[in-house]
Nanobody, 127 residues
């Protein structure tokens, strides 16, 4: 069974940082495109990053809203994907999700293209 479990969320002050983790099981990490998403209360789910199997290994596309502040890394041996979030702003407050898909034509910034989802972890940025 394919499973994704996020962790690392919490409360942080503006300008602070957090690293989220996504532990994946039931599949080979390098065979799936991985996306990070977030959803704030009352808002649509937003794609943040896409590390696609259709591209070069290790290449990641970032949404403009987080480019330069957020970065993705992975540890294939541990089946872990990380989202490092720096210079956090109150508008970053949301539930953060990791998601996976093995369809090579999928755009992993688009939630409807994703096949498997974690349950999310809450990030709150406030003074």
């Amino acid at each position: 069974q394919v499973q994704l479990v996020e962790s690392g969320g919490g409360s942080v002050q503006p300008g602070g940082f957090l690293r989220l983790s996504c532990n994946v099981s039931g599949f080979t990490l390098n065979s799936y495109s991985i996306g990070w998403f977030r959803q704030a209360p009352g808002k649509e789910r937003e794609g943040l990053s896409c590390t696609s199997i259709s591209g070069l290994f290790g290449s990641t596309y970032y949404a403009e809203s987080v480019k330069g502040r957020f970065s993705v890394s992975r540890d294939n041996a541990k089946n872990m994907v990380y989202l490092q979030m720096n210079s956090l702003k109150p508008e970053d407050t949301a539930v953060y999700y990791c998601a996976a898909v093995d369809r090579r034509t999928a755009n992993c910034l688009v939630q409807n293209d994703m096949k498997y989802w974690g349950k999310g972890t809450l990030v709150t940025v406030s003074s």
